[in-house]
């Protein structure tokens, strides 16, 4: 069974960093591009992220250019979020997916809650 | 950056009566284009994508339509476990990736 699982949540100070990982299980890990979106308490969809499968093509939203990086292990098949100088604005539930779904996101972790707040 | 419109906000229905979503594109995504629901308190899962094609799994009441700017789910006849919220995404601007706001389709 395909599974995401995120965690590294929490409440953070604004300036503060956290790292987000997120484990997959279920497929070959390798194969996919997998990408973070997060979503604000009561808010849309906000794609964050995109890291290619081999890891060696990355993107960001321009909303975290400069202050997140994106990264993965293929050993041990797990996806990573390093969020740095962080503001009140990023306060969100963070989703990790893949691009198993003919390079859509499909399927979606259970989510982590970050909270940026002093 | 394409921006995804989405019509109407709420939808308001009844169980068994049909749903129709509607998504504008600020410009043509081609039919990079996909659907996804979510549940409070849940992930979003994937219905549609390519514009048109079921996700496995997704029951065929689902329906999706559209290529270039304008785009619709339907939703043939509502089951109880079908209210929630939908979002439209395209990927035509790789990597680029944007959703619309979400339409709630909720019990009247």
């Known amino acids: 069974q395909v599974q995401l699982v995120e965690s590294g949540g929490g409440l953070v100070k604004p300036g503060g960093s956290l790292r987000l990982s997120c484990a997959a299980s279920?497929?070959?890990?390798?194969?996919?591009?997998m990408s973070w979106i997060r979503q604000a308490p009561g808010k849309g969809l906000e794609w964050v992220s995109y890291i290619s499968s081999s890891g060696s093509t990355i993107y960001y939203a321009d909303s975290v250019k400069g202050r997140f990086t994106i990264s993965r292990d293929n050993a041990k098949n797990s996806l990573y979020l390093q969020m740095n100088s962080l503001r009140a604005e990023d306060t969100a539930v963070y989703y990790c997916?893949?691009?198993?779904?003919?390079?859509?996101?499909?399927?979606w972790g259970q989510g982590t809650l970050v909270t940026v707040s002093s | 950056e394409i921006v995804l419109t989405q019509s109407p906000a709420t939808l308001s229905l009844s169980p068994g009566e049909r749903a129709t979503l509607s998504c504008r594109a600020s410009?043509?995504?081609?039919?990079?284009l996909a659907w996804y629901q979510q549940k409070p308190g849940q992930a979003p899962r994937l219905l549609i994508y390519d514009a048109s094609n079921r996700a496995t799994g997704i029951p065929a009441r689902f329906s999706g339509s559209g290529s270039g700017t304008d785009f619709t789910l339907t939703i043939s006849s509502l089951e109880p476990e079908d209210f929630a919220v939908y979002y439209c995404?395209?990927?035509?601007?790789?990597?680029?990736?944007?959703f619309g706001p979400g339409t709630k389709v909720d019990i009247k």
């Open positions: 997916a893949s691009g198993i779904a003919d390079n859509w996101f499909d399927p």
């Open positions: 995404q395209q990927r035509s601007n790789w990597p680029q990736f944007t």
């Open positions: 279920g497929f070959t890990f390798s194969d996919y591009y």
């Open positions: 410009q043509s995504v081609s039919s990079y």
